[in-house]
């Protein structure tokens, strides 16, 4: 099976990840699957945003939590130490905004990472409401990822989303604990996975494995039985015709 390539952050490896621009870029390029993740503004608002501190993406010492979103949207996030003097346009962008082009391209579809640090801030009733007003218009582009089996639980049998389990680490223990959540997509660091392991075909979920930025590694991840491949580099990995040439399907979605 040839993998389908999910954009990591969108295209990171030429943008500033979690920005409009990356994420439009990645689309751009191609991407049947874009991911991104989002944390909880002080008003309880969802951004594009990995860390909760500002340091690393905008080279501000405050943390996520200490802004409103529309303080948050005023803030550039251009991985200055990436990019320096670069992409001074690129703000931290609101989920509904993400909305906006996630409408704008009905053809893909977007893995939305809901990070745990905005879930142990403001607990998962808070987190799930905002994302059921946000998402119903485009659930059925949405795949909502988290770590947090409570609150893809609650997704799962109150709204239309697809979810997916991210493995917290590799054991027996994990894998039941998915078997009980039952979601669409199970993603797992490939550094977790034992080499040998080939038993992807077993499970009724699609696999979602990162990050990989070698063709070869992603066809060997394919022949295994893996669906998705996460890439930071998505334009790169699309040139190879091995995986360029892989249709977006309504299958695969």
Same mark, same amino acid.
């Given at each position: 099976?040839?993998?389908?390539?999910?954009?990591?952050?969108?295209? !990171?490896?030429?943008?500033?990840?979690?920005?409009?621009?990356?994420?439009?870029?990645?689309?751009?390029?191609?991407?049947?699957?874009?991911?991104?993740?989002?944390?909880?503004?002080?008003?309880?608002? *969802?951004?594009?945003?990995?860390?909760?501190?500002?340091?690393?993406?905008?080279?501000?010492?405050?943390?996520?939590?200490?802004?409103?979103?529309?303080?948050?949207?005023?803030?550039?996030?251009?991985?200055?130490?990436?990019?320096?003097?670069?992409?001074?346009? !690129?703000?931290? &962008?609101?989920?509904?905004?993400?909305?906006?082009?996630?409408?704008?391209? *009905?053809?893909?579809?977007?893995?939305? #990472?809901?990070?745990?640090?905005?879930?142990?801030?403001?607990?998962? @009733?808070?987190?799930?409401?905002?994302?059921?007003?946000?998402?119903?218009?485009?659930?059925?582009?949405?795949?909502?990822?988290?770590?947090?089996?409570?609150?893809?639980?609650?997704?799962? @049998?109150?709204?239309?989303? +697809?979810?997916?389990?991210?493995? &917290?680490?590799?054991?027996? #223990?994990?894998?039941?604990?998915?078997?009980?959540?039952? *979601?669409?997509?199970?993603?797992?660091?490939?550094?977790?996975?034992?080499?040998?392991?080939?038993?992807?075909?077993? @499970?009724?979920?699609?696999?979602?494995?990162?990050?990989?930025?070698?063709?070869?590694?992603?066809?060997?991840? $394919?022949?295994?039985?893996?669906?998705?491949? #996460?890439?930071?580099?998505?334009?790169?990995?699309?040139?190879?015709?091995?995986? $360029?040439?892989?249709?977006?399907?309504? +299958?695969? @979605?």
């Amino acid at each position: 099976m040839v993998p389908l390539l999910v954009a990591h952050r969108g295209y !990171a490896a030429k943008y500033p990840e979690n920005t409009l621009q990356a994420v439009q870029a990645a689309v751009d390029a191609g991407a049947c699957l874009v991911e991104f993740d989002i944390q909880f503004s002080k008003d309880i608002e *969802p951004v594009l945003l990995h860390d909760a501190s500002l340091q690393r993406t905008c080279g501000v010492d405050a943390s996520v939590f200490e802004k409103t979103c529309e303080e948050l949207q005023a803030i550039v996030a251009n991985e200055p130490q990436r990019f320096p003097g670069k992409f001074q346009q !690129a703000f931290i &962008p609101s989920l509904r905004q993400a909305v906006q082009l996630m409408q704008d391209n *009905p053809q893909t579809k977007f893995l939305i #990472e809901v990070k745990t640090e905005s879930i142990d801030r403001f607990g998962e @009733h808070n987190i799930n409401a905002r994302l059921a007003t946000l998402l119903k218009d485009v659930c059925s582009q949405v795949v909502v990822i988290s770590y947090d089996e409570d609150l893809l639980g609650y997704l799962k @049998h109150q709204s239309r989303c +697809e979810v997916g389990y991210i493995m &917290p680490r590799w054991n027996n #223990e994990a894998l039941a604990r998915a078997g009980h959540l039952n *979601p669409e997509y199970l993603v797992c660091n490939k550094d977790k996975i034992p080499d040998d392991y080939t038993a992807y075909g077993e @499970h009724a979920w699609k696999w979602v494995v990162y990050e990989v930025t070698d063709p070869e590694e992603a066809l060997a991840l $394919g022949s295994k039985g893996v669906h998705c491949v #996460e890439t930071m580099d998505i334009g790169t990995m699309l040139q190879d015709t091995r995986l $360029g040439t892989r249709a977006c399907t309504g +299958e695969d @979605h």
